[in-house]
């Protein structure tokens, strides 16, 4: 019996996989493999952890659902919490696997792992297969090379539009084989630090982690509640859980896939409607390409203080100035009101992440890799190719045609929460 390690990371599903295709094609049986890394209960630079409890939670929720999945076509899963490098090492030993197969990702740091895993897994006798599955466009059918991707969104939409095609998905699995002994091991209650707070009533939605919960959030959306055909209209809401589809805590785990969005965006059009809403959900998953390729692109730019412009200097970090906008006050009702939603719940609106961003680097001139550090520990959809292509895009440093943009809380509030609604809603209590 020949075995193959399936290395997952931020492809938490079963449905569009290309990963466990090749690596049922090769071997008689798998075994998944997820690592907690350690890296995420370190300490940042501001007094927080990298992951925080409510972030923590949804993915602790997702790798179980994709475990349960597994478990329910007869595969056991293997859990471990550490160093992804070590443990993917110690797996292949124990297993006596022949080949490794897994998803590219597009950040140094991560693209650091890959590096260190294929090396040992290698000098070991292994196989390494990696492919490319986090994206709507595979960057082979892109009309130009990465290193000559174009630094203003709408040249890339334009050309890909014109030129590029998404791929069909690759299907869910039938009969699978697994290896009897795998074992699960969860981050520890001291890893995990403060519990996760109770689910708050103002929420947006109880979002809850894993494929099962990312598909069923889709098909009511679409679907059951037939709220496609107004995206466009509502996207820029503020309160409750139909004014944008609130996809993306599921993309960012890879518990949704892109591909699988927009092929579903497709047989909306063919079998209700299709309008300028149907496609701005799409020209949205065009922006999360187009950060994901950025990041590819600019490597560790994207995470210095000049951003990917490397045109000087961030703002001095101000701790002061800092947790007032975490908490929430600022006493500038319209930030103060989004960020305490997202202290609460994990979650914002993406008009309030724009307002607070801005608020952060231009009216409180603090350094915007704090901000984008809050962010990575707090936001459930946290992923750090459009956490920090957005900051480099808010603060000046990254792929904005124009300079110097910056958000009036006051009008915006006045555009979008005319009546106070959102601002009394979480306002100070």
Known sequence: MTTAILWLRNDLRLHDHEALHRALQQADTIVPFYCFDKRLFEDTPYGFKRCGAQRLQFLMQSVQSLQQAFAAKGVGMEITVGNPVQALQDLAERTGAKWMFYHREATTEELADEAAVVKNLQSAGLECHGFW????FH????????????????????????????RELWPVPGKMQGIAGCQQVWPSEKQRGEAPSPSDPRAVLAFEGGEAAGLARLQRYFWEEDRLQEYKETRNGLIGQGYSSKFSPWLAVGALSPRFIYHEIQRYERQRISNQSTYWLIFELLWRDYFRFVAHKHGAALFQAGGIKQNGQAHPYKAKALELWKEGRTKQAFIDANMRELRATGFMSNRGRQNVASYLVHHLKCDWRAGAAWFEHTLLDYDPCSNYGNWNYLAGVGNDPRENRVFNPEKQAANYDPQGEYQRLWGAS
Not at 133 to 136: D, F, N, V, Y
Not at 148 to 163: A, G, I, N, Y
């Open 139 to 166: 960057p082979e059918d892109l009309p130009f090379p990465l290193a000559r991707l174009p630094e203003v969104f709408t040249d890339f939409r334009k050309r890909t539009e014109r030129e590029a095609q998404v």
């Open 133 to 136: 599955g986090s994206t709507l």
